[in-house]
């Protein structure tokens, strides 16, 4: 397959060439199965396998390569699969925030970003137009979407079964400023011509959203073929069952890449940049016109937040979504604070046990 089919593009191609290391081959991470990969590069589909060397220079989650991720690769003579090496910078990349080894960060766990899906065009964040439709939901996707780098298409699925869809639609975008909005059915195929203009050949496109919102049965229409297996979703409460379990990366037909992602009730952000002053941008053009730089938007005379919720020119679940994610993003670069102390630690414990190994050592061969 040409690598240009499968995104490779300029940026990759100056990425790879500034590796020293010669014989390196450019390859994309199809599958990822807790450090097990697949890979797809000019030579075929591989399996693919981390080089020891790579493991100890990996210092944290995000360091390994995820679904989407450009790897350089060595192929072994006589073997089918593909040594990693070195994994590529990334054009753009979703995440969330994951903890590990010792559940909530209060107990002890460490909070690290995990990659849901690399060098993506857009992303399709796609919500139910049934009973699990949640505007605040959406807000949350949003931000995160804003702060992976790629470009945010909600989908509004299940239009066939909803009976107020200009309604839903105008209060998504009443939130999503300047985003496409498209309602569709993936059961009808209703509204599918919208979404060919973003899976044009060599661009990838990532799904993201709750389980039972019908990501499965979109990607099987898009590719044409029942590939991905899906289930009913609970009548009463419209709440579907995790049917993808992993992330995984598909090709149209017709062009273009897709990648799946498991359904995600609980989504905790990883910003990096501040996204929700994107996806909030009225709250933050409000907070400026307060009488006071400093205004807390409590009690302050002249706060023009305060006056925009009483007359009821702001949504009041709207700003208080906002204060939950602004929160969220305070505390998270709190934990990030704490990971960088107890690195800098760890290497000021490393030099002074160096130093005095050394200091011993001077001191048996009586040279101080």
Not at 117 to 140: M, P, T, Y
Not at 165 to 185: D, L, Q, R, Y
Not at 190 to 195: R, T, Y
Not at 234 to 244: F, Q
Request: aromatic share 8%; with cysteine; glycine share 8%.
């Amino acid at each position: 397959m040409n690598l240009k089919d499968l995104g490779w593009n300029e940026f990759h191609e100056k990425s790879i060439k500034d590796l020293t290391e010669s014989g390196l081959l450019p390859a994309r991470v199809t599958e990822e199965h807790k450090n097990r990969y697949r890979l797809i590069c000019q030579a075929g589909n591989l399996a693919g396998q981390l080089t020891g060397r790579y493991i100890h220079r990996a210092k944290s989650l995000s360091d390994f390569p995820s679904v989407g991720d450009w790897v350089a690769i060595s192929i072994p003579s006589g073997e089918t699969k593909g040594m990693i090496k070195y994994l590529l910078p990334r054009k753009s990349a979703f995440s969330r925030k994951a903890v590990l080894s010792g559940g909530m960060p209060d107990t002890g766990g460490n909070t690290e970003q995990q990659v849901l899906a690399a060098n993506i065009d857009s992303v399709f964040l796609v919500s139910g137009l049934d009973k699990e439709f949640n505007i605040r939901r959406i807000e949350r996707y949003l931000s995160a979407a804003y702060d992976s780098g790629a470009s945010p298409v909600i989908i509004l699925n299940k239009a066939d079964i909803c009976q107020d869809i200009e309604t839903k639609i105008i209060e998504v975008e009443s939130i999503a400023f300047g985003v496409p909005v498209h309602p569709i059915s993936a059961n009808t195929g209703d509204g599918f011509n919208k979404l060919t203009q973003y899976c044009r050949r060599g661009e990838t496109v990532a799904l993201l959203g709750s389980s039972g919102v019908g990501k499965s049965t979109i990607i099987n229409r898009l590719l044409q073929d029942n590939r991905i297996k899906t289930q009913e979703v609970r009548e009463y409460d419209s709440k579907g069952r995790h049917t993808t379990t992993s992330r995984q990366m598909f090709f149209i037909p017709d062009g273009g890449i897709v990648i799946d992602t498991p359904g995600m009730r609980e989504f905790q952000l990883w910003s990096e940049n501040g996204s929700e002053s994107s996806s909030f941008r009225d709250i933050e053009e409000l907070a400026e016109l307060c009488k006071f730089n400093d205004c807390q938007h409590q009690s302050e005379p002249g706060c023009a937040i305060k006056i925009a919720l009483e007359n009821g020119n702001l949504d009041k679940g709207r700003y208080r979504n906002y204060l939950k994610l602004k929160k969220e993003e305070q505390y998270l670069s709190v934990r990030k604070d704490e990971k960088e102390v107890r690195r800098i630690q760890r290497e000021f414990d490393k030099k002074i046990r160096r130093y005095l190994q050394i200091r011993n050592e001077l001191k048996k061969d009586r040279l101080i």
